[in-house]
């Protein structure tokens, strides 16, 4: 049945008692494709009966479908026209993990970040309202992405206006609701049709001609009385008509509901649908957690292909050094928004339950709340990765460096991610956090290095400071047994040469170290020194570096406007931009950069070791293929 469904209108060609049948074959292919591909699974299947209904019943792409994060979005794909491109999932010029407006007209708003949906969804309607059109607006979105603020606030805003907006909340882990069964069916297909509604729309016009008072006495009554037997009662005071909770996996249960709620023709309403993550398939349905984002794995055991590392994660060396700074320190706390085990803050909860705090997806409360403690005389440390850390950029400037308060944040994630893409890749954290002042900005060449660090920010308390790490396992660097104080704003020389510089920050020494070694092969001299720090600059080991040397390459996995913009700042002050040394700052592209493999993005962006070298013969004026023909 699923070879006769090309885009949505040819679904709605098929009769209610044919979808069932459709929703196990998307079922079995989307299982079947992310076992080869690797993705994110779990929130898929929990969705697939409300994607089918949802297509079925709303005339899309006319109707606008907006989904929150896009983890679920997968069989949304595979049923407006994308199913046949689901094996290039996450892979390079392939299909996006996520929603991407470049993709589809199915996608109408892309996303990749949470509790965006309702926001976004609003401003449709009311575009659709200012132009006199007529189509309905449907925002999805699950009941974790409930817990960010941004949600609330826009059905605050939402609540408050006239626009037909319909809000799909998809509860599958916070069990916010009653048990549902065929008497709650009943009673949402009852509470969303159009005599309910219209009933409790006299009550609003009542109020409008009488005040506020009838309204209080007569229809909040109904209200709180519907809302004791069913729930709902806080977004029916955020001003939304509340229906459900409903089984989200039964087809004879969703339809109807969602016909009942497109017709009624009135302001917002929110529909509470309840399902299962991993929905179909038993080790996803057990463990949703561990199939949230999976690796290719056997379908027949659930066994993912994980190869094991060389080398600890940089995530679990944080972790662990923390623990072992958390031991002999009983101020430091840590806090992270909704991610313990992204983080590898899950290890530290173990060691100390009692100093651990997961605040939900709620970044900006999690600065303020890690300044709170902070003022107070604790050692918070904050793990939110480098993306998601944006979200809270007012908090860091206003709650955190203006105050001066010596919060450490833990940046997993910097820079780029690979199958994740420009929504997750961790490119400007430097730069945003080395233009506030008082701000120390560390970065990690290996393991041993970011061991080092954690202690460095631990015994930092004149002010704020920040650790960036990527998304990789380590080097294989022997880890000491506890970490040290580094001094602050002291970088270090790694191999001296007396021709070329390449000043790294962060995890790409490696590839410089390389580069060096190629670079002598062709007779070019190289030193290569680890900045450590981004923020404050080592200015006297760049004014060496830049009078002892003819061509100085700055290296960093971030945007332009970070490490290499203070250096050429620095460089600038000291008038040495003004003589015979050539400078050039190797940074991430000035674009998002599409998700790939790691090792394309990083010859994409000119990082990797051979990109170094062609770099300095670019530089040198020099021709890099008669060079390694030469030699």
């Known amino acids: 049945m699923l070879d006769r469904i090309r885009t949505p209108a040819d679904l709605r060609q098929l009769t209610e008692d044919q979808l069932p049948e459709l929703a196990r074959e998307l079922r079995e292919e989307m299982i079947e494709v992310v076992s080869q591909t690797g993705g994110h699974l779990g929130a898929g299947l929990g969705v697939v009966e409300l994607t089918v209904a949802l297509h079925y019943v709303f005339d899309t792409p006319y109707d606008k ?23 290039t999932l996450r892979q390079g010029g392939g299909l996006s993990g996520f929603t991407k407006r470049s ?16 926001s976004a969804a609003l401003g449709f309607a009311v575009a659709r309202d200012l132009k006199g059109e007529a189509n309905n607006v449907i925002a999805v979105i699950g009941d974790g992405s409930m817990s960010g603020g941004m949600a609330y606030e826009a059905l605050n805003n939402a609540g408050a206006m006239d626009s037909r907006l319909i809000v799909v909340l998809n509860d599958n882990d916070m069990s916010i609701s009653p048990s549902v069964g065929a008497m709650s069916s009943y009673l949402s297909r009852l509470l969303s049709g159009k005599t309910y509604l219209s009933l409790r729309d006299i009550g609003k016009q009542l109020s409008r001609r009488f005040g506020r008072t009838i309204d209080r006495t007569i229809t909040r009554a109904v209200e709180h009385a ?14 939304f008509y509340y229906v459900g909770p409903i089984n989200g996996h039964d087809l004879d249960h969703i339809l109807p509901v969602l016909k009942n709620v497109r017709d009624a023709g009135v302001g917002p309403v929110l529909l509470h ?6 929905k179909g398939y038993g080790p996803a349905e057990s463990s949703a957690d561990k199939y949230h984002g999976v690796v290719k794995f056997d379908i027949a055991t659930g066994s993912q292909a994980k190869s094991k590392p060389a080398a600890p994660s940089y995530t679990k060396v944080f972790a662990e050094a923390l623990i072992k700074e958390a031991d002999r320190d009983p101020k430091i706390v840590a806090i992270t928004a909704a991610m313990p085990s992204g983080t590898g803050l899950d290890l530290f909860a173990k060691a100390h339950p009692k100093r651990c705090f997961d605040v939900g ?21 904050c793990a939110i990765y480098s993306t998601f850390l944006q979200r809270a950029y007012d908090q860091v400037v206003h709650d955190v460096a203006i105050q001066k308060l010596p919060v450490r944040f833990a940046i997993d994630r910097a820079g780029l991610v690979g199958a994740d893409g420009a929504t997750h890749a961790g490119a400007f954290d430097v730069a945003y956090m080395g233009v506030l002042p008082g701000m120390v900005v560390m970065a990690p060449a290996d393991e041993a290095e970011l061991v080092h660090m954690v202690a460095t920010a631990a015994a930092h308390d004149d002010g704020p400071s920040a650790v960036r790490y990527p998304r990789a396992d380590g080097l294989g660097i022997p880890l000491p047994e506890a970490g040290m104080p580094l001094p602050i704003g002291k970088g270090r020389i790694v191999r001296e040469g007396t021709k070329i510089a390449l000043l790294s920050l962060g995890a790409r020494l490696g590839e410089c170290l390389a580069a060096a070694e190629e670079l002598e092969r062709y007779g070019l001299s190289t030193t290569v020194a680890d900045a450590r720090f981004a923020k404050p600059l080592d200015h006297e080991l760049v004014r060496q570096l830049a009078l002892n040397h003819e061509v100085l390459l700055t290296v960093e996995e971030g945007a332009i406007g970070g490490f290499g913009s203070f250096v050429l700042h620095a460089l600038a002050d000291d008038s040495l931009l003004d003589g015979s040394l050539r400078v050039r700052a190797l940074t991430l592209p000035d674009a998002f950069q599409d998700h790939d493999t790691i090792e394309r993005q990083y010859a994409q962006a000119g990082l990797d070791a051979r990109s170094i070298v062609a770099k300095v013969f670019e530089v040198l004026g020099r021709d890099l293929t008669d060079a390694a023909r030469r030699a």
């Open 65 to 87: 479908l907006i989904w929150d994060v896009g983890h679920q979005a997968y069989p949304h794909k595979m049923l407006t026209g994308r199913r046949d491109r689901l094996p």
């Open 103 to 118: 993709e589809s007209a199915y996608d109408p708003f892309g996303a990749g970040h949470t509790s965006t949906s309702v």
């Open 226 to 239: 519907r809302g004791f037997l069913m729930g709902g009662t806080l977004f029916e005071e955020l001003g």
């Open 273 to 278: 649908v309840v399902t299962q993550k991993g």
């Open 361 to 381: 997806i709620a970044e900006q409360h999690a600065v303020t709340f890690a300044a709170g403690m902070a003022a107070d005389g604790m050692k918070p440390f």
